[in-house]
């Protein structure tokens, strides 16, 4: 708390102070932040690194007028840049022999540059820094107990994040990389990488990131990819099992219709494996009985042209009793209703109008959408109740 005179010889009393300002920064209010600044940081102050966190914030979103106001004396911007993910400023921390003196903050700056997708020269440059290792990578025991491996990890997973092959395949066949391999192989973490390149659609670093076998679970990635749409890793991860001859530990088919991935689904009914016999190796991907439970869910919750294609494709499949489904939401699309009015006119009946009312009246489904048009239609199928109004 501050006091400052005013224009007309008042004492005002002041109650802000850093976390009021690292707020308004944070929600991207710089001009409040500058006049914050302007009116509540004394010069004594600046030395007491009461606004590091401010200062570093500002240089990470590119104000840098901010962190040459807000800079205490003797300090140099590079003293808040460790984290810093602007390409610019990681260029002057090379330039300036930064990252030659701070190994960490080297490792830091390859994370960062990894998560561009782009600048795989300037992450040479920087690695190079520091090779050949000094450390034995055989020693390495965990992936926290190494800043070079966990910071390789997390540039890795940046990269496969963000989509570029060629800083993903040189992090993944560098020493460090090779060593970083083994570790998360050992605490089963090797399908995180694929995993996030398949839920972005990264099918070339997905690819590639098979046939480097890094991992011998595909279930995780597999599972992201289709939740995701992603038909072109589902592709590639579906042709994995099918090669290795093993199984998913669910049903690819029923996910695919649970998360209204259309696209999926027809891949994955059409789909006829190369291998032999492989219908009877695979059968949880291949046979059309594994869609039955996401018929019902689907048929119950949309999206429409998911269950419009199902139900054309697996009629023997069509839900007899609706109600019987276990966790899946309500009807509370009008689309859906019609639908099941048209295919399933035996099953609409007032305790099914009932249930459907009662789910959106508790979910609270009213407030998002008008809706009197659905609890019209409802209490001309038997619910009883003035659905007209919500509580």
């Known amino acids: 708390m501050n006091r400052k005179d005013d224009p007309d010889g008042?004492?005002?009393?002041?109650?802000?102070?850093?976390?009021?300002?690292?707020?308004?920064?944070?929600?991207?209010?710089?001009?409040?932040?500058?006049?914050?600044?302007?009116?509540?940081?004394?010069?004594?102050?600046?030395?007491?690194?009461?606004?590091?966190?401010?200062?570093?914030?500002?240089?990470?979103?590119?104000?840098?007028?901010?962190?040459?106001?807000?800079?205490?004396?003797?300090?140099?911007?590079?003293?808040?840049?460790?984290?810093?993910?602007?390409?610019?400023?990681?260029e002057l921390m090379l330039a300036c022999g930064y990252l030659h003196r701070d190994a960490k903050a080297a490792m830091k700056a390859i994370?960062?540059?990894?998560?561009?997708?782009?600048?795989?020269?300037?992450?040479?440059?920087?690695?190079?820094?520091?090779?050949?290792?000094?450390?034995?990578?055989?020693?390495?025991?965990?992936?926290?107990?190494?800043?070079?491996?966990?910071?390789?990890?997390?540039?890795?997973?940046?990269?496969?994040?963000?989509?570029?092959?060629?800083?993903?395949?040189?992090?993944?066949?560098?020493?460090?990389?090779?060593?970083?391999?083994?570790?998360?192989?050992?605490?089963?973490k090797s399908s995180d990488l694929i995993r996030d390149a398949a839920w972005h659609g990264h099918w070339n670093i997905v690819q590639y990131l098979c046939q480097q076998k890094i991992t011998e679970d595909y279930n995780g990635p597999l599972q992201y990819a289709i939740s995701n749409g992603q038909l072109e890793c589902v592709e590639i991860l579906i042709q994995q099992f099918v090669h290795e001859e093993r199984q998913p530990m669910f049903s690819p088919i029923e996910l695919a219709a649970k998360y209204g991935r259309l696209e999926v689904v027809r891949f994955l009914d059409n789909c006829k494996p190369q291998a032999p016999l492989a219908d009877q190796r695979h059968p949880d991907i291949?046979?059309?009985?594994?869609?039955?439970?996401?018929?019902?869910?689907?048929?119950?919750?949309?999206?429409?042209?998911?269950?419009?294609?199902?139900?054309?494709?697996?009629?023997?499949?069509?839900?007899?009793?609706?109600?019987?489904?276990?966790?899946?939401?309500?009807?509370?699309?009008?689309?859906?209703?019609?639908?099941?009015?048209a295919h399933c006119p035996q099953r609409i009946d007032r305790v099914f109008a009932e249930d459907v009312r009662r789910f959106i009246l508790e979910h609270g489904v009213?407030?998002?959408?008008?809706?009197?048009?659905?609890?019209?239609?409802l209490k001309a199928k038997g619910a009883t109740e003035d659905t007209s109004q919500t509580n």
């Open 111 to 188: 994370a960062h540059l990894a998560g561009s997708g782009e600048y795989l020269e300037l992450m040479q440059q920087i690695a190079q820094l520091h090779s050949p290792l000094r450390e034995d990578c055989s020693k390495w025991i965990h992936i926290s107990s190494n800043y070079w491996v966990w910071w390789w990890y997390a540039a890795s997973g940046n990269a496969c994040t963000r989509g570029g092959l060629a800083p993903v395949q040189w992090l993944i066949e560098h020493p460090i990389g090779i060593g970083m391999c083994e570790l998360i192989k050992y605490y089963r």
């Open 10 to 90: 008042a004492e005002i009393e002041r109650c802000w102070g850093k976390s009021t300002v690292l707020f308004a920064a944070r929600s991207g209010h710089y001009e409040m932040v500058r006049w914050l600044c302007e009116n509540t940081l004394e010069e004594e102050e600046k030395g007491q690194g009461t606004y590091d966190d401010i200062i570093e914030h500002a240089l990470n979103i590119g104000d840098d007028d901010l962190v040459k106001f807000m800079l205490p004396p003797g300090k140099c911007v590079l003293d808040y840049a460790e984290d810093c993910p602007r390409v610019e400023v990681i």
């Open 286 to 341: 291949f046979a059309r009985q594994a869609c039955a439970a996401a018929v019902k869910q689907v048929f119950r919750s949309g999206p429409l042209r998911v269950a419009s294609w199902l139900r054309t494709h697996f009629p023997e499949l069509s839900p007899v009793d609706i109600n019987d489904v276990e966790d899946t939401s309500r009807v509370d699309e009008f689309e859906m209703l019609l639908f099941l009015d």
């Open 366 to 377: 009213s407030w998002k959408k008008p809706i009197d048009h659905m609890f019209n239609w």
